[in-house]
């Protein structure tokens, strides 16, 4: 699933096309996704201009004078920047046609995306109010996350992950940034001090910096705007990287199953 990195690489990608142009037309050829996508989109958005782009955890907000469109990629959900003559392939099932004869396409083999038209406050949508704060954002800190953790059993990485307690830390970056704070996965949240807090923060901000530079991680599904696809995956130290020692101590790397979900780690760096 696109994460952070991935969701702030394509908005990055699309902005410049998007903004200060209006839409001449919306195509939509499979209204079947994560929630319907609403029949209404075209006649609203049609004649709009993009005012901004911005995200939101793992949403992307394309702001016009009128309302927003909240998009979520899903599992397997990509965004690309094509002429608008190119023919639509298999799962291409939305078109934004812009005034720059620039076409904004919605791809989603899965359908667990979605794109929805929000007339209010976005940022009071019931998919947006609950999310914690932005990883990257200088509030967020290791003081933050002592606090939000106290009394708290959960193991440290299924913490991290909780989106109502921070946005935008997945699987890969969660791993990622608990290696280099030398924290293990399965501490319990509760029993961590804040001086560990604050090198976690530290950690995860310079991780999810990293991954936005390289342009993503290399996810099976996720390709950037321009059809490319991220390459911090070829710097990760410890994600899916089994077959070779630790970078730090030289031992073997240790798989788990998390909170459902698949952890790598160092036994003896990670305490």
């Not at 193991?155 to 990622?176: C, D, L, Q, T, W």
């Not at 599904?221 to 630790?246: E, M, N, W």
């Amino acid at each position: 699933m696109p994460e952070l990195p991935e969701v702030e690489t394509v908005r990055c990608g699309i902005e410049p096309h998007l903004v200060g142009h209006y839409v001449r037309t919306v195509i939509i050829r499979e209204p079947r996704l994560r929630w319907p996508v609403p029949l209404s989109l075209s006649q609203k958005l049609t004649g709009q201009s993009f005012l901004t782009v911005q995200r939101r955890g793992k949403y992307l907000l394309l702001n016009c004078p009128q309302g927003t469109v909240l998009l979520h990629l899903g599992m397997s959900g990509s965004l690309r920047l094509v002429p608008d003559n190119v023919p639509p392939g298999k799962h291409d099932h939305l078109d934004i046609v812009l005034s720059n004869d620039c076409c904004l396409r919605f791809n989603d083999p899965r359908r667990f995306g979605s794109v929805l038209w929000i007339q209010e406050n976005p940022l009071s949508h019931p998919l947006l109010k609950p999310l914690g704060p932005e990883p990257l954002d200088p509030l967020f800190d290791g003081s933050y996350l002592f606090k939000r953790s106290r009394h708290r059993r959960a193991p440290i990485k299924v913490f991290i992950m909780n989106h109502r307690v921070v946005v935008g830390i997945g699987n890969i970056y969660a791993s990622e940034a608990l290696f280099q704070a030398g924290i293990h996965p399965r501490r319990a949240a509760g029993r961590i001090s804040l001086g560990r807090y604050q090198r976690l923060v530290e950690a995860i901000k310079t991780v999810l910096y990293q991954a936005i530079q390289a342009g993503g991680t290399t996810l099976r599904d996720f390709v950037t705007s321009d059809g490319k696809p991220g390459y911090f995956s070829h710097q990760l130290q410890i994600y899916g990287r089994t077959a070779h020692p630790c970078p730090t101590c030289g031992n073997p790397i240790r798989v788990d199953r998390i909170g459902q979900r698949t952890s790598y780690y160092c036994a003896q760096c990670q305490h």
